[in-house]
């Protein structure tokens, strides 16, 4: 457990608050540790623990005898107990007799907050924010992930744009994490064999409301030293570093669970990452005597599998050669053999490599894809597993990603929240419900807007001063980090992952048409730029070299910004203080996306390609779409295309709303495009509405043994 210094006995519950993240989603709590100090809690970007440590005393004392300071926090201590103990919540309601036993959620990362470091990106906040809807809504969830003690990287550009990646151990301790011990008091639960030694692997749990989250980890004195490193940093190494990440992930998540007594009724991996889960439970059915074909019928009743991506390199797959020497090997403690057991993660067509993919979808009979339109790609590229099938009904369905309400939409949109639904709206499951969201008053939106978006240009400009004087030193960069950007023009904001597939880059496609459109005097665009590329991606790393080029270059006026070490702290700013969110993948290459979902709660229109969630979601109403081109083998073409599009909705439809003034000020056209984003994630696409497809289609089902699921792959 951190250390946390002397409280005052009165209000010595702030320590109990600060070790579940629940404080990172509940305003009044959140307002009590600003109240301490609102200084230190930006410079610590909201770690409530970090705060604790630094907090004067006095500041302390202070409101420990303020009246206010008390009242709000003995409301807030009362609602915590409640929410963490026995009085039924909506699974209860809904399920009174499922509480057979949790389901086990192994993800390879885990973006619950900013101050726990141990997420790169998309996965890992849907991750998250998966175990966020699960506590509010009392699904018995436990997650299992590994802690990497050096996170992912912190992103430093150099004087050329080229992405360098800085390598920060962040302090555990700083953090509410706390170490499970064995019965007998040792640090480790289990032991996992990997590349022919003993591992042994302990786990930290993260409380996230009232869902754990255990964390793994090998860094004790007793291992190899190779092995003490194996999981401390995300998606790091080669491939067999990567394999050997995994086989903890799995197999010692499994054995982890074991060891405490968590006695599992459905097993979910969230991605082929997390697919050796399935294989170890399959190995205890074989030592147990059960034979190959009956073993995989019972892993595969209780086993759910989520892809997350049709990109193929996102899609892991491993020698056999390395495989065998990373399993231990398996086939010899038990009756299959060494072929069988591989051949389960290989498709017909590369019998010589074992894919994770496959593997996850050999073993769960729950599969599916995260929009409507993933699922249909995910039956395309997995049907040769079922050739006696065709496409349609190939067993792979979907469930459209979804955000967390109240991780993601800002302070002020909230309170009009509670006012439209006297205080009872995070519940509201009836869709139309939402359409109380389209009246109101168009003067708080704006304003609420333009306050957001204040918010962030002072940040933009503090970031920037911080990093002038520790990191950078020389001024050029500072123009590129935003300080000219005016608060008063029409904003885009486009963040992610620099993947080349997302396109960072098309808005550049014809320089001198978007010259012209960023300077117009009458209606200038500026668009701020933020992501990392995964450090392996030289044509990733390439691309965001060249959008850093335009944004330092004088014909852009200071108009194009590229904010660096893109993570949720800046993605919290930059989704509630744009004016449009920009979203450009290559069709049909995003699975779901789902940062426009978290723009949208805020107000904020996005101009989408129609892929992922955007396929499904577009309505005409709640921003705009570019059309699908005309399909071709030959992507320029097809660039070439959505960028005329692109241009063309910024410069007829988009950028003439977002000027059309009325008497007051207020561009009321653009105004009710706000009014329909909100309405539109705030209905459809929360993680509220995404646990309880999965638990409705998915969990429960699996929860009931006697359900055996769809048909198993053929060949
Ligand atoms: C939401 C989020 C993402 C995912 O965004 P996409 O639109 O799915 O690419 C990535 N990184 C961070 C920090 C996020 O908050």
């Known amino acids: 457990m951190p250390t946390i210094p002397y409280l005052p006995a009165r209000i010595e519950g702030l320590a109990e608050l600060a070790t579940n993240l629940a404080w990172s989603w509940h305003r009044d709590v959140r307002a009590l540790f600003h109240d301490l100090d609102d ?289 231990g090997p398996l086939w010899d403690e038990v009756p299959p053999t060494r072929e069988e057991i591989l051949g389960l993660g290989s498709p017909a067509d590369k019998p010589d490599q074992f894919h994770m993919t496959v593997l996850a979808i050999r073993l769960s009979s729950h599969i599916n894809g995260v929009s409507r339109k993933h699922g249909q790609v995910s039956r395309e590229i997995w049907r040769g597993l079922w050739p006696e099938r065709p496409v349609e009904s190939v067993p792979i369905g979907h469930i459209t990603n979804g955000v967390h309400l109240q991780t993601w939409m800002a302070a002020p949109f909230m ?104 300077s117009d005097s009458h209606r200038p665009v500026q668009i701020i730029f933020a992501g990392k590329a995964h450090p392996a991606d030289d044509p990733g790393k390439q691309v965001l070299q060249k959008v850093y080029e335009f944004s330092r270059d004088p014909a852009f006026a200071g108009r194009v910004a590229f904010l660096e070490d893109y993570d949720m702290h800046l993605a919290h700013l930059l989704v509630q203080g744009v004016d449009l969110w920009l979203n450009l993948p290559r069709v049909p290459l995003e699975a779901s996306g789902t940062s426009g979902m978290k723009a949208g709660l805020n107000g904020v229109p996005q101009l989408a390609t129609l892929d992922g969630w955007w396929h499904e979601g577009f309505d005409g109403l709640a921003g705009w779409a570019i059309p699908t081109a005309e399909p071709s083998t030959d992507i320029a073409t097809v660039d070439a295309q959505d960028a005329a599009r692109l241009y063309e909705l910024l410069h007829d439809q988009i950028v003439p709303l977002y000027y059309a003034r009325s008497s007051g000020g207020i561009p009321s056209g653009w105004v009710e495009r706000m009014r329909h984003a909100i309405r539109l994630s705030a209905s459809r696409f929360t993680a509220r509405r995404m646990v309880q497809d999965y638990v409705r289609a998915y969990y429960v089902p699996s929860m009931e043994s006697d359900s055996a699921g769809d048909d198993p792959p053929g060949a």
């Open 39 to 327: 200084v230190l809690w930006h410079q610590t970007r909201h770690s409530p623990l970090e705060l604790l440590r630094q907090v004067e005393p006095s500041r302390v004392a202070a409101c420990a005898s303020d009246p206010d300071y008390l009242a709000r926090y003995d409301k807030v201590m009362a609602r915590f107990h409640a929410e963490m103990g026995d009085a039924p919540g909506w699974f209860d309601e809904q399920y009174p007799d499922h509480n057979t036993g949790p389901i086990a959620y192994f993800c390879a990362e885990f973006g619950v907050h900013n101050s726990v470091p141990i997420y790169s990106g998309g996965l890992g906040v849907l991750a998250g924010d998966h175990c966020k809807s699960a506590a509010d809504l009392h699904v018995p969830l436990v997650g299992i992930g590994l802690l990497y003690r050096k996170g992912y990287f912190d992103q430093q550009l150099r004087l050329d744009g080229w992405q360098e990646s800085a390598d920060v151990q962040f302090d555990v301790e700083g953090t509410p994490l706390q170490r499970m011990n064995a019965a007998d008091g040792t640090p480790w639960l289990t032991e996992v064999r990997t590349s022919g030694r003993d591992v042994k692997v302990g786990a930290w749990r993260l409380m996230v409301g009232r869902v754990p989250i255990y964390l793994l980890d090998t860094d004790f004195e007793e291992n190899h030293p190779d092995d003490r490193g194996l999981v401390s940093k995300l998606y790091d190494g080669g491939p067999t570093h990567r394999l050997r990440q995994e086989w903890i992930l799995g197999v010692g998540g499994v054995r982890v669970l074991r060891a405490m007594g968590v006695k599992p009724a459905a097993w979910h991996a969230n991605e082929g990452h997390a697919a050796f889960m399935l294989l170890e439970r399959l190995r205890e059915e074989l030592t147990a005597g059960t034979p190959l074909d009956q073993a995989v019928d019972h892993v595969r009743r209780s086993s759910i599998f989520t892809t997350h991506t049709p990109v193929a390199a996102g899609h892991d797959y491993f020698s056999f050669e390395d495989v065998a020497e990373c399993a």
């Open 415 to 518: 309170d009009m929240m509670d006012e439209l639904y006297n205080g009872a709206w995070p519940a509201v499951e009836n869709v139309a419900e939402w359409d109380r969201v389209l009246a109101l008053e168009p003067e708080r939106i704006w304003g609420a807007h333009l306050h957001l978006k204040e918010v962030l240009f002072k940040l933009i400009r503090e970031d920037a001063r911080w990093r002038f004087k520790a990191l950078w030193q020389e001024a050029s960069h500072v123009v590129g980090a935003g300080v000219l950007l005016d608060p008063s023009a029409f904003t885009i904001g486009f963040a992610r992952r620099f993947a080349t597939y997302k396109r960072a880059d098309l808005l550049f496609h014809d320089v001198e048409r978007l010259k012209k459109l960023v």
